[in-house]
């Protein structure tokens, strides 16, 4: 792990997989919200075609907690994003974020959109543009999975996960939700990642005023030139594929992909494919997919 100092005197850190300095960094920022990075593992394989930099967000993983709880909060984590980036002596970045660190780069494009060239999103929320996914989404896309033999035992849990009336227990049951197969490899992905996230910090991260201003967000990418890729998996409630093709039009360069038999975690349900599609798009290819949508529907200051 190396790290490095947040405009607060935080310590963050952050691992590298790949072989410095003989491919392109890509930032990556984890989900949970607020999980540490090491479930992202190397993203499949994607580490073969690129330098993976994978940042713990402040007080997960190996970065320090930090003095002030409320710099939790999704918006005021742009700077330690951007903090990164100076560190790392880039003056554009490609950036990639899984889950509900897709608001956080998200917001980080906003604020700061010359120093992006490219912004991959998977399976991520949207919550700084407007859009969020709503139980009844994830329900549609629960009963995709109705011939699974897991599905009885599972999908009155999952459905008290969305409607907030979920123990810890319905948590653990309705994990296979999550997963385009419930294998031995999703099942060991499962019960590492459940042990990486800060709670406290997670209920934080999407607090009041995280994500204040949406339609100012919107108003900012819609002036991206960024490249930017809304990646989806077809079994996936957050988002369902056609919210993600509503997503991938806020952006003047957006386009959408979706992943055949893909949950949350596409680069654990077919590594191969998730890898080559986004090296593909990072490279410079089309890799637009799936359905088009009606669907879709922080704050934003100064960068160096």
Not at 6 to 11: P, Q, S
Not at 18 to 26: D, K, Q, W, Y
Not at 43 to 54: F, I, M
Not at 80 to 92: F, N, S, T
């Amino acid at each position: 792990m190396a790290d490095f100092q947040a405009y607060d005197g935080t310590r963050l850190a952050y691992r590298e997989e790949g072989v410095a300095g003989e491919r392109e960094p890509l930032l990556c920022l984890p989900g949970g919200a607020m999980r540490a990075s090491a479930y992202l593992g190397d993203l499949g394989g994607l580490s073969a075609h690129r330098r993976l930099v994978l940042l713990d967000l402040r007080g997960t993983g190996d970065s320090q907690v930090p003095a002030d709880p409320a710099t939790y909060r999704c918006d005021r984590q742009v700077d330690d994003v951007e903090a990164l980036r100076e560190h790392l002596g880039l003056d554009r970045i490609d950036l990639l974020a899984h889950s509900a660190g897709g608001d956080l780069a998200i917001l980080y494009a906003a604020r700061c959109p010359r120093r992006v060239r490219t912004l991959t999103l998977v399976a991520a929320r949207a919550r700084a543009l407007g859009v969020d996914f709503t139980a009844e989404q994830r329900r549609e896309a629960a009963a995709l999975r109705g011939g699974e033999p897991w599905f009885e035992d599972a999908h009155a849990a999952y459905l008290r996960i969305w409607d907030g009336s979920a123990t810890d227990a319905d948590f653990d049951a309705g994990t296979p939700f999550f997963y385009g197969s419930w294998t031995t490899t999703a099942r060991a992905h499962a019960a590492a990642e459940a042990a990486q996230i800060n709670d406290a910090a997670a209920d934080v991260y999407a607090s009041e005023g995280a994500f204040a201003d949406p339609a100012g967000v919107r108003a900012a990418v819609a002036g991206l030139d960024a490249r930017v890729l809304v990646l989806a998996g077809d079994l996936d409630g957050g988002p369902l594929p056609r919210v993600a093709a509503g997503v991938a039009g806020l952006f003047p360069r957006g386009e959408a992909a979706v992943q055949p038999g893909a949950g949350h975690f596409p680069w654990v349900d077919d590594p191969a494919l998730f890898a080559g599609t986004v090296t593909k798009f990072l490279s410079g290819v089309t890799v637009r997919t799936g359905e088009s949508s009606e669907d879709a529907g922080g704050s934003v200051g100064g960068c160096g």
